[in-house]
């Protein structure tokens, strides 16, 4: 992977241009977007309750928060108005050892990364015994059934987000998985946030299509 890494400074510097993380112009990401709000927000919300210190790892434009909530973003304009926030990569967290009872990582942070690199410091910053929520985009999607990518451990794509085109890498989950376990994770569970709309959208290749075919499935 070292021979393709990603250049971290345009990203940084597109998602610093950006007006919106899950474009309302952008029928799939916006779904993604609203799925994911949803699925923090009760992360964050149930360990919150419960007093354990969360580290938010690519916030973007959501809300969520309090005072037990850290939020780490490469883009510097996505952490205006936080109170507990710093610039950082998930592969070099500014943060000790065993600092956090739980870490949020969504909106597909791990793929603009060196995947066992990123695995690695989340392992490092959790406290034994800590829960973590990733997600991250699957080589294993419908999306890409098919061709020659499909079901790889890693590999670097061409994609599109919001109208523009842009270069990321995707994982087999089997491979993430036990990158996991080897770093002291145990996966409890695990679940697939495109399922026919990715299918839909191997085969249709429009986005808003896709989402029109699935609801009427």
């Given at each position: 992977m070292s021979n393709d890494k990603l250049d971290l400074t345009r990203i940084r510097q597109a998602y610093n241009h950006r007006d919106e993380i899950w474009p309302t112009s952008d029928p799939w990401h916006h779904y993604t977007g609203t799925r994911l709000f949803e699925i923090a927000g009760k992360f964050i919300a149930l360990h919150d309750r419960n007093g354990r210190t969360v580290l938010?790892?690519?916030p973007g434009a959501a809300a969520h928060g309090s005072t037990r909530v850290f939020h780490v973003d490469i883009a510097?304009?996505?952490l205006i108005g936080r109170s507990l926030s710093v610039v950082g990569s998930l592969d070099h967290l500014p943060f000790n050892n065993c600092t956090f009872d739980a870490v949020l990582c969504v909106g597909s942070v791990l793929n603009y990364c060196d995947?066992?690199?990123?695995v690695s410091e989340v392992a490092r910053v959790l406290r034994p015994g800590g829960y973590l929520l990733l997600e991250f985009e699957?080589?294993?999607s419908g999306e890409y059934l098919f061709t020659n990518v499909y079901g790889r451990a890693a590999t670097l794509i061409k994609t599109s987000y919001g109208a523009q085109e842009e270069r990321l890498w995707i994982y087999r989950p089997r491979f993430v998985k036990d990158l996991l376990q080897e770093h002291g994770i145990a996966v409890e569970k695990h679940a697939a946030l495109h399922t026919v709309t990715a299918l839909m959208f191997r085969l249709v290749r429009d986005e808003r299509l896709?989402?029109?075919i699935h609801r009427a499935a």
């Open positions: 938010n790892v690519g510097e304009k996505w995947v066992v690199a990123g699957s080589s294993t896709a989402r029109i």
